[in-house]
């Protein structure tokens, strides 16, 4: 590893995690309330920006690499792709917004 890592890296790790499993549960109720294929047709937007954190510990994962610059670089993707999914969400019309508020009520819940 190139550095060693601090309380800043496994925060941001933290985040990183949050963010995704936000995601996931807007897609989820999405699924719940639409169905599988229509939530599958509206993310079709959106999977070009969409992006799943790698599995494993933070300092397996990044080996040599800046430790930094690789974490910064992933809460990018995350937040990009948290923000396309929504989009993409909110685009589907019937309640859409109200599904994504519930979602993110029931995510706050559950991390608080």
Do not use: F
Request: proline residues 5%; aromatic residues 6%; glycine residues 12%.
């Amino acid at each position: 590893m190139s550095q060693v890592l601090g309380p800043i890296h496994y925060l941001m790790w933290q985040k990183i995690a949050l963010a995704h499993g936000w995601e996931s549960g807007c897609v989820a109720a999405a699924e719940a309330a639409w169905g599988g294929p229509r939530t599958a047709d509206l993310l079709a937007t959106a999977t070009p920006h969409r992006w799943t954190p790698p599995p494993g510990e933070l300092a397996e994962l990044i080996g040599e690499q800046a430790i930094h610059a690789w974490l910064q670089a992933a809460v990018n993707r995350v937040e990009t792709s948290l923000a396309a999914t929504i989009a993409a969400l909110l685009a589907g019309g019937d309640g859409g917004a109200a599904l994504l508020a519930g979602a993110s009520r029931h995510h706050g819940g559950e991390v608080a």
